[in-house]
């Protein structure tokens, strides 16, 4: 029996203060990431690190802790500055000036941002009333040591945070100016997701002897790849649930695992599913092992069809296959990602990888796709119009089968008939399924509004990761299939939706008999049946799609 939650452990052996250990397990930290583990032990035994690193890999709490761990219990009296964070960006200082007072408030270590944009005298008195820990935009910072405002005499630790942007944004004097106001007898650290020469200039000149800590890229050993469709959904931190809720109704996962990065994101990520109407069950460490056997039993019998857990808790799961993998947030490392991923996909299975990231974590993704070598899609979220033509599909499917069935329809056939003498049967049954597509529409008031796309931005080496490629919908068949062309795409406004539409419509085919469906910009590809691709395509010459006559021949490009 295991009855201790997996506690924080790996955090215990970093050599940090006991108040940080438990700092980081009461926000629900479950172990280090690569780039805590391989930074925090140098830092605390006070050497300089040079460590590469984007955002999204934790490499805030990777200096922000031994920071703090150096600094320690401030003394009542005067409080100088002792620590001072570098940051390129506005959003970035208050960001990290939050993580820093989040790990810190225990040894009540107090905390200031100071950028520009916001008036300089409200900062100024806000170092007057002191401050333990600075984080600063570059300009501004010098600007606050001229007025002498800012004085950095008693700082033991610097961090310079996102190096390369800092330098990108032409800061580089004003860090030689902040640089030389510091006491050579400090410690250093310097984090950037690149490290051209021009960073490692900079790390030469001021960083004494540093440990260089990087989140290595292993080779996935051959043989591992899973067949998994990747795909990337870019959206804001605050459209993520909405996101994945829509995510989740379009692909209809038989049995998915969400990954979260704390167990307060599992614990509430969990919730807001399950008043959302999903089965989710929460995992993570903080679980003593009758709960997990529980949530484990719950998932297999498929009473739950979403588990949401932290890394930790998945690890050494007795978890056969998973039809999804969503990753909630882009995983730390490209290695936690292989891991994550290997879980679906399995013996030769198909299997979905859905990735819901910010935009400003594409680097992430793109180290990701240096390590799979393999491309991830971006995709768009779906819109409610998606949503309302996947469930009429799905109640097209459910009346189908009522109606094959025909077992317990006279008690609704008298409905009907007294309907009749006063409406159109069309009519009647037109309305009786507008009513059972909206049954259970449970999708709470706002969420009608389109989660906005985020605009993908170009990486500054290469490609990012996957621009746009066709849409593609999870095959569903097995056994022999043919491709069918069609002569219309994105362009003109073709969704996979029309073409099962048009499919099942025209060729009387049940949606669930049509496979993978490509669209791409002028035409789209649409997997059916061997034996029904004759008359599929028949059908298909026979309507329109969008209004409009189109080209439809087998494929053969494939
Ligand atoms: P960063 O790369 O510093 O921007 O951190 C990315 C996110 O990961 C932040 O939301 C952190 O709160 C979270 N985070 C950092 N370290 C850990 C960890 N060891 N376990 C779980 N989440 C973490």
New binding site residues.
Partial sequence: MNDTPVAADGFATLGLEQALVDA?AS???????AI?REAIPPLVAGRDVLGQ?A????????FALPMLHRIGRPRDGARPVRGLILVPTRELAM?VAE?VHKYGRALGVRVLPVYGGQAVRQQMRGLERGADVVVATPGRALDLIRRETLRLDEVTSVVLDEADEMLDMGFAEDLEAILSAVPDKRQSALFSATLPPRILAIAKRHLHDPVRVTIANEKTPAGEAPRVRESVYVVQRRHKVAALARVLDMESPTSAIVFC??RTEVDELAETLNARGYNAEALHGGLSQEQRDRVMRRFRDGASDVLVATDVAARGLDIEHVSHVVNF?VP?SPDAYVHRIGRTGRAGREGVAITLAEAREQRLLRNIELLTKRKMRVESVPTVHDLRARKLQLVRAALEEALASDAGLDRYRTVVESLAQEYDVLDIAAAAVKLAGEAGDGAPPGDEDDIPAVPVPQAREGRPFTAREPHQRAPRVDGNVLRIYVGVGRLGGIRPGDLVGAIANEAHIPSSAIGAIEIADRFSLVEVPADEAERVIKALRGTTLRGKKIAVRLDRGR
Wanted: proline fraction near 4%; avoid cysteine; aromatic fraction near 4%.
């Fill in positions: 980081v926000l629900g930290y479950e172990e280090p990431t805590q690193a955002t999204g890999t934790g490499k805030t709490a990777a960001q993580a990065r704390t947030d730390s």
